[in-house]
């Protein structure tokens, strides 16, 4: 059975998934980063395989997400891609009618903007995490309720409480005060959620033209509460797809469909049981210039496959046995 | 900033003057210049410190720095940096803000010809059409070098004839044989193997001039492209830039023209450093390249005005906003030239099967 897979490497979790060949989900895996990218991808290997035919036959692998370049070397992926085309790839194809992606990550949050196909416009977040998935986190964690209670109790709130949302640091300080002064744990946690979204309504959504049908993908859409704070600041119901929090992964395996039809070639594919395999990870600091960078690399059993992080090409180029 | 040293240091040496190069900006210069620097100051302002301290470090007693350019706060760089170079111990130095607007031609020639023990007019004019004769020889080079590096075989090539360019034309010490380096390398570019099949995506950068100019400061962003087989061009080069060099080429006067008439239905006055070329250039190139990559310091006012101005003309291409900080990393640079790339070529390709 032909199977194409899709593997998206966030910062905070981990995401496969299977396509047949008429681009049907067959297998999903959603586990927790963890900052061990390459353990994770492993371990969603061997899960998926499991999920899937015993004739699976893998005809195409991409990667996405922060990890992408790691995880594509470690699969063999035919097909690298960023996190922002996989998304929108993934929503055009589940979705046909959508004009606007919201998405919301771990570390980063995105809005896509789609007209007759094709996505004409993107932002992202910059340097600042504070409308993302990891501000709720560790909001929650500071109150000490558990990320999953976070929506039914948000969801039970009755007056909101006004949090400042621009940054993590002042939105802390000012919860903290909010929390001192009596307001009710509901409340607050619900003023969060509509913190978030005005967050990332002023940040990353700043100017760019928002027509609907909009649909709201990633980790965060599981949250019921920030659903329902979007719908209230947008005036709207926001389309929350199946399979949300996975796009990356069906985009990614969407994309390694298309790039294996076009081209013809047989994948790169490692198999499902690379676990016996010992990958290293190690970096160095390069000494060609006065920038000083620090380059990382992975290796297979002693074997460099693969060196990233320099300004320069200078350790991308070389030969992966040798120095430059 | 770029390759002004080498254009700079020609007319240095004509005059006679004593001079140091400081290293290439680094990630050494920018450490140094973040440390003494306030926080909330442009990356122009803390990697031009930083190579003022390195210079230092070298003996160098006195510094040219353009100022009094529009009205950002640019004009006052000189004047802050040497406050601080003497607050950190650098003793009685002097840094010469040397005004670059064309209003300011005649305190500058004077400014030059103080620093060099009177040299004749002459001799200065001679030392100014020196230096500025590089800056076009390299400016053609690294032209070429946009255009070879989106579509060149073996990456790398293009750029790595570049460099060695340059060194050459910083070595040429009279006007036949800088002609000759300029001759010899624009051939070889010439002729590095290219695919001839590809139609490459053409995307303009547009900005602030330093971040634009300095490769340094925007992770070479125009490699990076070409990486992704595109093709860049942008109409900010150092010899169009200095205001000084109209004199010399009154083509670019024109062109500068040419960009402010067409922001006029947007922003109808200079609001400061390149925010009105911004806007115009956006304008200017909507019908005629795929993109625009625009590059702006973080908390530039100038290029924030012409942010928020840019969407809202009725010119329509797509503009990626690059804000170039110390806190820029080069993955997530990366990440969003690769979308901005894959969105240019998909609505490529709608445009083209309509």
Redesign the interface.
């Known amino acids: 059975m032909e199977i194409y897979l899709g593997i998206d490497v966030g910062s905070v979790t981990t995401k496969l998934a299977a396509l047949d060949s008429e681009d049907r989900l067959i297998g999903h895996v959603y586990l927790p980063t963890l900052g061990k990218p390459i353990e994770m991808v492993l371990t969603g290997l061997k899960e998926i395989s499991k999920e899937l035919p015993a004739d699976a036959h893998v005809c195409g692998a991409g990667t996405t997400g922060s990890a992408r370049y790691l995880a594509g070397v470690i699969v063999g992926a035919d097909l690298v891609k960023n996190e922002i085309t996989c998304h929108a790839v993934a929503t055009m194809h589940s979705i046909p009618e959508a004009r606007t992606i919201i998405e919301i990550g771990g570390q980063d949050s995105k809005i896509i903007i789609i007209e007759d196909g094709v996505v004409t416009d993107f932002g992202m977040n910059t340097v600042c995490a504070a409308g993302t998935g990891s501000f709720l986190d560790h909001q929650a964690l500071r109150l000490g309720i558990d990320i999953k209670e976070f929506a039914r109790l948000a969801l039970e709130s009755r007056t909101p409480v006004r949090i400042a949302g621009r940054c993590t640091v002042f939105g802390e300080s000012d919860m903290i005060h909010k929390q001192q002064m009596g307001h009710r744990i509901e409340d607050i946690l619900y003023g969060l959620c509509q913190a978030l979204v005005r967050n990332y309504l002023n940040n990353v959504a700043l100017g760019k033209k928002t027509e609907l049908p909009i649909v709201f993908q990633g980790g965060v859409a599981f949250n019921q509460a920030i659903v329902k704070a979007f719908n209230d600041e947008l005036k709207t119901e926001v389309i929350v797809p199946p399979h949300h929090e996975i796009m990356g992964a069906i985009g990614a395996a969407l994309l390694a469909h298309e790039e294996m039809t076009d081209g013809n070639r047989d994948s790169q594919f490692t198999g499902f049981d690379a676990g016996g395999a010992s990958y290293v990870t190690s970096s160095f600091e390069c000494k060609a210039c006065p920038n000083l960078c620090e380059i990382a690399q992975l290796a297979l059993d002693g074997k460099v496959l693969a060196r990233w992080g320099g300004r320069c090409d200078l350790w991308e180029r070389v030969h992966p046995e040798g120095s430059p | 900033m770029g390759n002004l040293y080498v254009a700079l240091g020609a007319m240095l040496q004509r005059l006679d003057m004593d001079y140091v190069i400081p290293?290439?900006t680094?990630?050494?210069?920018l450490a140094l210049g973040v440390r003494h620097s306030p926080e909330g100051l442009c990356i122009p302002f803390k990697l031009t410190l930083g190579n003022l301290i390195e210079a230092a470090e070298l003996g160098a007693d006195t510094w040219l720095m353009p100022a009094g350019y529009g009205i950002c706060r640019l004009g006052y760089y000189a004047k802050t940096q040497e406050q601080i170079l003497q607050d950190i111990g650098y003793g009685h130095v002097n840094v010469v803000g040397i005004g670059v607007s064309q209003d300011k031609l005649s305190g500058l020639l004077r400014t030059v010809k103080s620093l060099s023990n009177n040299a004749s007019w002459l001799k200065i004019i001679s030392a100014f059409r020196f230096g500025l004769s590089k800056m076009s020889a390299m400016d053609r080079l690294e032209r070429l070098t946009q255009k070879v590096r989106a579509v060149e075989l073996a990456k790398?090539t293009a750029s790595a004839l570049l460099v060695q360019g340059v060194k050459e034309i910083d070595h040429a010490d009279d006007y036949r044989t800088l002609k000759k380096v300029e001759k010899d390398y624009a051939e070889q570019l010439g002729q590095v193997p290219v695919d001839e099949q590809i139609k490459p995506l053409v995307v303009g950068v547009i900005g602030e001039f330093y971040v634009v100019l300095e490769p340094f400061s925007s992770?070479?962003i125009e490699s990076e492209l070409g990486k992704l087989g595109v093709e860049v061009r942008r109409s900010t080069f150092i010899s169009g830039w200095t205001k000084l060099s109209y004199l010399f080429n009154p083509f670019a006067a024109k062109e500068k023209d040419r960009i402010h008439r067409a922001a006029m239905p947007y922003l109808k006055r200079d609001v400061g450093g390149d925010g009105w070329e911004s806007v115009g250039e956006k304008v200017l190139h909507a019908g005629s390249y795929d993109g625009i990559v625009h590059l702006a310091p973080f908390t530039c006012m100038p290029e924030i005005i012409a942010r928020?101005i840019m969407?809202r003309t009725k010119e329509d291409i797509?503009v990626l906003t690059v804000?170039c900080?110390e806190?820029?990393a080069?993955?997530?640079l990366v990440?969003?030239l690769?979308?901005?790339v894959?969105?240019l070529a998909?609505?490529r390709r709608?445009d083209y099967n309509r």
């Open positions: 290293p290439p680094s990630q050494r210069t790398g992770f070479d928020n969407p797509p804000l900080d806190q820029m080069k993955t997530g990440t969003r690769e979308a901005f894959d969105l998909r609505r709608r």
